[in-house]
């Protein structure tokens, strides 16, 4: 999946965008809208936390530090056990997967009050009133997606193409 961003300038040019997309068979859960006053949008698909926050980011690198430092502490613990006490594999993966755990929850944590990074080139334009559009689809539909705005509503600034992102948000 590639995540397509738009900047729309109105809130009636959006709904029209959303509905075209419908039609053009992207699902309602793949837009995603962030706008400066989200009351106007109730009907509209708004960005959950996942898309607003560095959250999954977040939870990938904790999941991978605290799983190396579980995976470290383990095998000390196995290399040098604690007095009278004998340690086998199992030990080292179980503290690995503890490891694992506390980093993923901590890094979330923090991850979940951060802002999404990604989103920081378009805070100005929001500022300003206009609506971002996340729309996530699959590769080899991205220009077909990008050629269908340009084509009916030249004034939607297309701001690029994030390579990659996660399968669940």
């Given at each position: 999946m590639r995540r397509i961003y738009f900047l729309v300038p109105t809130l009636d040019l959006t709904r029209t965008l959303v509905d075209e997309l419908l039609l053009a068979r992207v699902e309602e859960r793949h837009i995603h809208l962030i706008a400066k006053d989200e009351q106007q949008m109730d009907d509209l698909p708004t960005a959950s936390v996942l898309q607003r926050t560095d959250l999954i980011p977040a939870l990938e690198k904790g999941l991978t530090i605290g799983g190396a430092t579980g995976a470290?502490?383990?095998?000390?613990?196995?290399?040098?056990?604690?007095?009278?006490?004998?340690?086998?594999?199992?030990?080292?993966?179980?503290?690995?997967?503890?490891?694992?755990?506390?980093?993923?929850?901590?890094?979330?944590?923090?991850?979940?009050?951060?802002?999404?990074?990604?989103?920081?080139?378009?805070?100005?334009?929001?500022?300003?009133?206009?609506?971002?559009?996340?729309?996530?689809?699959?590769?080899r539909r991205v220009e077909e997606i990008e050629e269908l705005i340009r084509s009916h509503h030249p004034e939607v600034r297309i701001r690029g193409t994030e390579p990659t992102i996660p399968a669940f948000p």
């Amino acid at each position: 999946m590639r995540r397509i961003y738009f900047l729309v300038p109105t809130l009636d040019l959006t709904r029209t965008l959303v509905d075209e997309l419908l039609l053009a068979r992207v699902e309602e859960r793949h837009i995603h809208l962030i706008a400066k006053d989200e009351q106007q949008m109730d009907d509209l698909p708004t960005a959950s936390v996942l898309q607003r926050t560095d959250l999954i980011p977040a939870l990938e690198k904790g999941l991978t530090i605290g799983g190396a430092t579980g995976a470290i502490a383990g095998l000390v613990a196995v290399t040098v056990p604690p007095a009278g006490l004998v340690l086998g594999g199992g030990a080292v993966l179980g503290i690995t997967l503890a490891g694992a755990g506390v980093g993923a929850w901590a890094a979330s944590m923090i991850g979940a009050g951060a802002p999404n990074s990604q989103l920081r080139r378009f805070e100005q334009a929001i500022d300003q009133g206009q609506i971002l559009m996340m729309v996530d689809v699959p590769k080899r539909r991205v220009e077909e997606i990008e050629e269908l705005i340009r084509s009916h509503h030249p004034e939607v600034r297309i701001r690029g193409t994030e390579p990659t992102i996660p399968a669940f948000p």
